[in-house]
């Protein structure tokens, strides 16, 4: 209990410094172009460091609060660091105008309130017509859909966290795999959630195959969550993959690549071993799969995957779906409990299908499961904390949204142009200070 505190405390603390940091650093920004520019700036980069400093942490970014919004058109373009950018802009203007609205209560009209009335206006014009180009935007279609329906079943045991790999209960999740299993045979694909099989590959060989005489007598094909042994298959493996496998006629299996901190590793792992007792910790027994790994072949289709915390970084995303058809998330979400994490998890996959402009199926342990169209919008979608299952279709797509192709780049010369336009406002400002 201690170390669990130790360690979560230091994390929220690191994370909590990252929120605070645009705040402290807006005094040092330009006066005028504080709220405007400044503020949204700073809050952006700091979203994008938390993408990947040390791992990253791309949880709780504004632009997930524009999912249902006009400014959803813009995803495909930016992604969601833009969408970002323009809530903050949006928010900084509204306060530009409250701020004003109060000084000249204070102090009453003059030409230098004038010269700032014609500034929020401005600034007010540009952000009306950011909010309609995202509305327009929502209607064109990056990609292109395949003339083809893929019948899709979707499979929630609902397994308390605390059974999922006791021994005397391995049996009745298998059992209750398929029971749900059932009624779905026939469908195209049928989908279990991360690390359904409540073993490794490696033990699960004879459930495997079990399941693979019946999903080849239905004309389906099964893909599931598994641990697989490093090196694969490996019945003496100490070390393990978080993966993906299809059961039927598929090629090719997917090992998760960022991993959870402190849930599949410990961050600083490395350091904190052997500093003093306190942290000799048992070694983590998850390892990240390799970068470039090829999508899941299932007859003549692609599947893209994201395992789990993996659908939170929006440029890995983009990278996995580029050269596929559609974009399977599987997850557990059981250790959230009963709070908003799956509810902002589920949101977070919304947004990655608008982003790539592709159908999204998210198959978890107790919900939410759903169908999620290539615009977000949610096809099928199934209740938490409930034995279920699910049905739908997905249609394969081609092509690629420009943020499949410039992935975060647009953003970061943004905030490079921003980051000028305060610089290049003091040099200006100067010669006029000193001529009068």
Known sequence: MALALTLTSLFIGFVAVVFALPFYLLPYCNKRHKLIIGFPLLWVLSEWLRTWVFTGFPWLFIGYSHTDTPLIGWAPIGGVLLLSLLAIITSSVIALWAKSFSETRAKG????????????????????????????????????????????????????????????????????????????????????????????????????????FIAEQSGSTVVSGVLSEKPFDDIKGQQYFNSVIGIGDSEGIYHKQ????????????????????????????????PPNQQPIKIGEYLLANAICYEIAYPALVAKQAANSHVLLTISNDAWFGDSIGPLQHFQMARMRAVEIGRYVIRGTNNGVSAIIGADGAVQQRSKQFVMTSL?????????????????????LVLMLFMLAATINYRRCSRPVKENM
């Open 109 to 212: 009209s003059g030409k230098e309130n004038i010269g700032n009335t014609r500034y929020r206006i401005t600034a007010s014009m540009i952000v009306v017509s950011l909010w309609l180009g995202g509305y327009g935007l929502k209607f064109i279609s990056w990609t292109t859909p395949i003339d083809d329906n893929i019948t899709v079943g979707v499979v929630q045991p609902n397994i308390p966290q605390n059974l999922r790999w006791a021994p005397d209960y391995q049996q009745t999740i298998r059992e209750r795999l398929r029971e749900l299993s059932e009624p779905l045979w026939g469908n195209d694909w049928i989908i279990w959630s991360e690390a359904a099989i409540p073993s490794s590959y490696a033990y699960a060989t004879e459930f495997i195959a079990e399941t693979q």
């Open 258 to 289: 960022r991993l959870v901190p402190f849930g599949e590793y410990v961050p600083l792992e490395s350091w904190l071993r052997g500093l003093i007792e306190f942290f000799n910790l048992p070694f983590s027994v998850i390892v990240p799969g």
């Open 391 to 411: 049905q739908g279709h997905v249609v394969p797509m081609t092509g690629k949204t420009p943020f499949m192709l410039w992935g975060n780049a647009l953003i």
